[in-house]
């Protein structure tokens, strides 16, 4: 089995100084980032431009072309509801270090993201939701299905779509949180990539609380099978949890400075 | 439906390592396939062969070895000779006689035969201590200050010593470190991490996981080899992609099975004749488990083992 694919995911427009970075296309702030996360640990950055509607496609390629000029063509996941601002960061990619994800499609409007992944050689994140959340795990597999089918209908290795369960905050769905355990077994079982965004379960916690629940998770959805997720690698204890689910899962080979690696 | 064949392809390769210098020097590792397996890719480099010799002498050397060493009496003429064999790419001299509880012999003793050797030979030199971790220590540290330039392989930086070996060898004089532990994997990756974070280049180290004669645990040492280059290349492990040595002949020349008289076990036949066939099978399962490089003495196994990896490349 292959690694847990970490995904850093600080580098978001939500955040302030990154709006701004991207706004003035000022690199310094975005570099830092960048390189807490790959010094802690990621293996794929997350580039969060936002709608981006006005110059998504010159702010990506500026966004790429940084970053991977910087950190040896560091992998890549471009994340915007701009189809064209992902197409034109996917035209100035270098692939060496892993393809490109697109972030993301779902079974809803957004399935079309699935063809853009096909017609580029790239990952794409496979949200399973189409309109709102589903309802159960019956609805989360016929969206898995559907976009599987589409991928592969399009050319399209199984392997590249990663499908999301769509983790949900404890805090008010605390009821739902063993079925979405529950799909990324079922995805694991069709022998499937999985990935999303885990520290959502912790969404509204105190800080303090929050890598510990976001360390429970990710080791009970990697015992599940999930194979990626999209996290704060500047989290030691969620990051210290992942390294040691690896040892566990086969996935690494242990040795005795395997945290410092 | 026809047969569609899909090559097993992995984005990872062993590391290279070259050792010597000029014209004869030998590139170990590169590859990015299992052992041997031609039909998903290209062999990069192909295994080595390393020829034994000892400061010890010949004395208690089979006869087939004392014949092909005849006439050479000093070490620069005995290891002349080995470089000569047909089959060698390496020589490997081992400085058993060092061993305190054996010859003792001084370190200044044991350096100047290690520089006889290395001016005699143009084929890459490995030099391999005396197996105690602090007359190694100091040994092979030495040995590498006097074999600057030469670009030797150093066996053996182990857990008690590495950070001596490894900073003389891999820092100070810029010669190629061996990793050795004994067939256990996750310590030859844990030394492999604390040699790194010496400051040695993963470039400049070559591991020695541990071997054994087939039929004396042997299998452990297989199954390490194959765990070792699966996590290399599957897992793109970097701290297991370091090219692997395992010394054959040191191990195999001395069970019962190469040891026994023809007098003692007449019903096994000619002594020399088993020494071989140890040495041959050991050395041939170690190279399809993995080895980079392996080392023996004698010259029918060089030969032997060297046609082999001629066939298979």
């Not at chain 1, 890598?211 to 429970?216: E, G, L, T």
């Not at chain 1, 210290?240 to 566990?248: G, P, W």
Request: include cysteine; charged fraction near 25%; proline fraction near 4%.
């Amino acid at each position: 089995m292959a690694k847990f694919v970490t995904i850093g995911e600080r580098i978001h427009c939500i955040s302030p100084v990154i709006r701004e970075a991207f706004a003035t296309r000022n690199p310094e702030p975005i570099l830092k980032r960048a390189k807490e996360q790959l010094d802690a640990g990621a293996t794929y950055l997350d580039v969060n431009i936002g709608p981006a509607e006005n110059d998504g496609e010159d702010l990506m390629k500026w966004a790429v072309k940084l970053l991977q000029e910087n950190f040896d063509n560091v992998p890549l996941a471009l994340d915007t509801a701009n189809r064209k601002a992902i197409e034109a960061g996917i035209s100035v990619y270098n692939r060496s270090k892993g393809k490109p994800i697109v972030n993301s499609a779902d079974a809803g409007g957004r399935i079309e993201n699935i063809d853009l992944a096909a017609a580029n050689d790239a990952i794409v994140i496979a949200l399973c939701s189409a309109e709102g959340i589903a309802a159960d795990n019956d609805e989360r597999m016929m969206h898995c299905q559907t976009m599987l089918e589409r991928g592969l209908e399009h050319g399209m290795d199984a392997a590249d779509l990663w499908f999301d369960p769509l983790f949900l905050v404890v805090k008010g769905m605390q009821d739902k949180q063993m079925q979405v355990l529950e799909a990324i077994k079922m995805f694991s079982d069709m022998g499937l990539n999985s990935t999303g965004g885990l520290s959502n379960n912790s969404n509204g916690m105190p800080k303090a609380i929050r890598p510990i629940m976001d360390s429970a998770l990710v080791a009970m959805a990697m015992m599940q099978g999930l194979t990626s997720a999209i996290v704060n690698p500047c989290d030691l204890r969620l990051m210290e949890t992942i390294k040691s689910c690896d040892v566990f899962k086969g996935n690494t080979l242990y040795a005795d400075s395997y945290l410092e690696l | 439906m026809p047969f569609n064949r899909k090559p097993q392809k992995f984005n990872a390769a062993i590391k290279t390592v070259e050792l010597g210098s000029g014209d004869k020097k030998v590139t170990l590792g590169g590859e990015s396939i299992f052992p041997f397996y031609a039909f998903d890719g290209e062999i990069t480099n192909g295994p080595k062969v390393g020829v034994e010799i000892s400061d010890m002498g010949l004395e208690n050397e089979v006869p087939g070895v004392k014949a092909y060493y005849e006439g050479a009496s000093t070490m620069g003429e005995i290891a002349k000779k080995a470089s000569e064999m047909e089959g060698a790419d390496f020589v490997c001299l081992r400085l058993e006689g060092g061993d305190p509880n054996g010859a003792d012999k001084p370190v200044e003793e044991l350096v100047a035969i290690a520089k006889e050797v290395a001016d005699a030979v143009d084929l890459p030199l490995v030099v391999e201590g005396c197996k105690n971790v602090e007359k190694d220590a100091e040994l092979l540290a030495k040995v590498a200050e006097a074999l600057q330039g030469k670009n030797v392989l150093l066996l053996s930086a182990k857990e008690e010593n590495y950070k001596a070996i490894g900073a003389a060898a891999g820092l100070a004089y810029d010669q190629k470190v061996g990793a050795e532990s004994a067939v256990d994997i996750n310590l030859a990756k844990q030394l492999n991490v604390v040699t790194t974070q010496l400051g040695v280049k993963p470039e400049s180290i070559v591991m020695n996981v541990g071997s054994a004669a087939v039929g004396y645990g042997y299998e452990y040492v297989v199954s390490t080899l194959d765990r070792i280059k699966a996590a290399a290349l599957s897992q793109d492990d970097k701290m297991l992609q370091m090219p692997i040595i395992t010394p054959v002949a040191s191990e195999t020349w001395n069970v019962k099975e190469a040891m026994a008289e023809e007098e003692e076990a007449p019903e096994w036949g000619s002594r020399e004749e088993r020494g071989i066939s140890m040495e041959i099978q050991t050395a041939a399962a170690s190279l399809a488990a993995g080895s980079d490089a392996v080392i023996l003495k004698h010259p029918q196994s060089v030969a032997t083992i060297s046609k082999m990896i001629q066939a298979l490349v």
